[in-house]
Structure formats: structure tokens, C-alpha cells
């Protein structure tokens, strides 16, 4: 069985320039999240979804983050324009619910100049 | 809100010693312990996870770890570690309402 898969690996842009990131979740997850993990920390949540409702954005910086899961399944993670302090690993992950592990993706690592 | 702390920011051992790397967690109600093990470059991965029953939980590649609700802890054991465990470990909890909290990781090092 596929695991969460994320696109692309790495990416490197100009400061001020936009940026996507894209994940597909484990199939049957019905859970979505996204998290940014910068250096030497812990993994922070960006933004969750049940199916296609976004129930936690509250971390999400939304004057130039953006997210959306169309039909409840893949998901794509916008920036708008990039800052150099957006350099970081972006994270997704999908599980079944309440009580359950999250599974992860290989992470996005992304880096602004 | 809930909080984990991860006593320990860096953990050097020689190989083949034990090991325990330490976790807090804060909450007044049930949690969901987790454990993940992250390598270099990698994503994170599940080690172990308690969700009910026996206190002491065992994982993957020989480590384990007790639940302790008087104390609100959940440390990581392992009796030999191997070179191949070098890796940054995090601790998680979460709750029912399916939020995952991560605390800011131990760096294990593991000196042939």
C-alpha cells in the first residue's frame, strides 16, 4: 500500500515569488494535515481537514497561505508571496481518525533566497 | 491547550548502551501517546503509540515505552542501542478531537 505521498521533494524559489506544494493522502484517510517543521523543532500545524472541511486553519497564515482538498482527497499548499522565513519542511500527513497514528509524508523542503 | 516537553534536547550514547529519552505531556483528561522516529531528510515515522490498556508499549526496532498518568510521562527505552538509531525522535499527543501535538525533539547520537 502507497503511503502519503508529497511533490515535490525540494524546492527552491526567490523571496516574493509563489510556491506549491501538493499531497496525496493514504486512501480511505479521511484526515488531512499539513504542518511546517523548521529547523531542529518539532512538526507545527499549518492547517487539518476532515474529508474537504478545513476544521483547524487557526496556525495558518492566511495573507499568504492558502490550502484546498477538492473532493476530500489530494490536497495542494499555496504561498503567496514567499518570505525568506517560509524556508522550512513542509509536512502532510492523513490517518483515520480520532485515536489513531498519523502517517507521514517524506516532507517538501523548501528554501527562499 | 495541550503541551509536550522533551527534557532533553540532545542525547549522545555509546553503542550498545541503554537508553531513555525523556516526555512530558500536560493534560487533565485522556491522551494518545506517540512516539516517531525521524531520519535524516525523511519524514517522520511511528515508533510506538498508546491509546489504552498496559502502560508499557512496545515498537518497532527494540524500544519501548511506559505510560506514567501520575507523572504525565511517557519516556522512550531502549536496553542496546545500534549506530543505525541515530535519528531525532519526537514525542506526540493528542486528544479526541484528532490534534496532533509535537513536542521539539531529541536529537539521539549514537559514538561507536
Known amino acids: 500500500e502507497a503511503g502519503v505521498v508529497q511533490s515535490p521533494r525540494y524546492k527552491i524559489i526567490e523571496k516574493k515569488q509563489p510556491v506549491a506544494f501538493w499531497c496525496n493522502p493514504i486512501?480511505?484517510?479521511?484526515?488531512l494535515y499539513w504542518y511546517r517543521q523548521n529547523l531542529g523543532q518539532g512538526p507545527e500545524l499549518l492547517i487539518r481537514y476532515e474529508n474537504e472541511e478545513a476544521v483547524d486553519d487557526s496556525q495558518l497564515p492566511k495573507d499568504r497561505f492558502s490550502a484546498e482538498r477538492l473532493k476530500g482527497v489530494d490536497s495542494t499548499l499555496k504561498i503567496q508571496p514567499a518570505e525568506l522565513g517560509d524556508s522550512a519542511v513542509y509536512l502532510c500527513?492523513?490517518?483515520?481518525?480520532?485515536?489513531?497514528?498519523?502517517?507521514f509524508g517524506q516532507g517538501t523542503r523548501l528554501t527562499v533566497v | 491547550a495541550q503541551s509536550v516537553t522533551q527534557l532533553d534536547s540532545q542525547v549522545p550514547v555509546f553503542e550498545e548502551a541503554p537508553v531513555e529519552l525523556r516526555c512530558n505531556y500536560s493534560?487533565?483528561?485522556?491522551?494518545?501517546l506517540f512516539w516517531y522516529v525521524q531520519y535524516p531528510n525523511q519524514g517522520l515515522q511511528l515508533l510506538l503509540k498508546y491509546l489504552s490498556g498496559s502502560t508499557l508499549v512496545k515498537g518497532i526496532n527494540g524500544f519501548e515505552a511506559e505510560f506514567n498518568k501520575s507523572q504525565t510521562s511517557f519516556h522512550l527505552r531502549k536496553p542496546s542501542v545500534h549506530i543505525s538509531d541515530t535519528a531525532e525522535y519526537f514525542c506526540?499527543?493528542?486528544?479526541?478531537?484528532?490534534?496532533?501535538?509535537f513536542g521539539t525533539g531529541t536529537s539521539l547520537t549514537v559514538i561507536p
Open positions: 493534560s487533565s483528561v485522556s491522551v494518545y
Open positions: 500527513a492523513s490517518n483515520l481518525g480520532q485515536g489513531t497514528e498519523a502517517f
Open positions: 506526540a499527543v493528542t486528544r479526541n478531537n484528532n490534534q496532533f501535538y
Open positions: 486512501s480511505g484517510h479521511n484526515t
